[in-house]
């Protein structure tokens, strides 16, 4: 069978990483053709799919999202099968891609997080979740701390981005697009990220695992800052936003278990 294959190919991508660690693609078979990604991210990648088929079918359905496992290759999204022999087919797919798992609801809401500095150390949270600064509709936190302050995974993982670049800051959030940040991935697929690094601080590569309590970083007043300090969050990846979620953290000795409160300091003496 001879078959005409005009291709429309459209990527819209919603974080940047780099573009040569996920890639879609099809190989032609007896019955149509398959659609494989590889995938050498180390986090999950869910994928949007719109087809645009012309005597062609997909096994999976159409407009669907897919999640791809970290770290495989000719993962099999759908196979797309001839309708009639006869007639000519088209193909042609755009995708919407992004870190993480979008289908997934459940995670560890009693998960005990370690403060994200040494111990013997305290620091102030001079914003909360949902703080009028800047965490409107946002659960993060703001603590403040002196630039080249060594910081320390509150949850271990695996180091999924950095980005140490940038040095520019200022107060407006049109300078959010110079954040230095390190991201982690969690087991029970939501991630944290290490925001205002200084430039070069991050102290981790990318695919490390990390372990709760190691030390990652320096902090930094890089991006949009009101001042030096670490900003911390844990999240839900979806394709197009971020779910933001409260967490619970060891204070004191350890002994205590508490959401953080703005305008508040917390000692680490464990």
């Known amino acids: 069978m001879k078959v005409i294959l005009p291709l429309c190919f459209l990527l819209f991508s919603t974080v940047l990483f780099a573009q040569d660690n996920f890639k879609l693609y099809h190989q032609q078979t007896e019955n149509g053709f398959v659609i494989l990604a590889d995938n050498d991210e180390f986090s999950p990648v869910s994928v949007q799919m719109n087809f645009r088929l012309e005597n062609l079918n997909s096994t999976k359905g159409n407009n669907k999202v897919f999640v791809i496992p970290a770290r495989t290759k000719k993962h099999i999204i759908t196979n797309l099968e001839v309708i009639d022999r006869k007639k000519r087919i088209k193909l042609g797919y755009e995708s919407t891609y992004n870190h993480g798992n979008h289908l997934l609801k459940k995670y560890d809401q009693n998960f005990k997080y370690y403060l994200p500095f040494k111990k013997g ?8 979740y949902n703080g009028a600064i800047s965490h ?3 659960n ?9 302050t060594k910081v320390y995974a509150a949850r271990g993982g695996v ?5 140490e670049s940038y040095s520019k800051n200022c107060t407006s959030a ?4 110079y954040n230095n940040f390190i991201l982690i991935y969690h087991d029970d697929g939501t991630f944290a990220e290490y925001t205002h690094i200084k430039e070069n601080g991050a102290q981790v590569t990318i695919g490390d695992k990390i ?10 007043n890089v991006g949009w800052a009101t001042g030096p300090h670490l900003h911390f969050i844990v999240f839900f990846q979806r394709l197009k936003e971020r779910v933001t979620l409260k967490t619970k953290f060891l204070t004191g000795k350890g002994d205590k278990t508490e959401q953080l409160i703005e305008k508040q300091e917390y000692t680490r003496s464990y």
């Open 121 to 128: 150390s305290t620091h102030w949270v001079s914003q909360g």
């Open 136 to 138: 409107k509709n946002e």
């Open 140 to 148: 993060a936190l703001d603590f403040k701390m002196p630039i080249g």
């Open 159 to 163: 180091v999924v981005d950095i980005e």
């Open 174 to 177: 049109e300078c959010a697009k």
């Open 211 to 220: 372990n709760i309590g190691q030390f990652i970083g320096y902090s930094g």
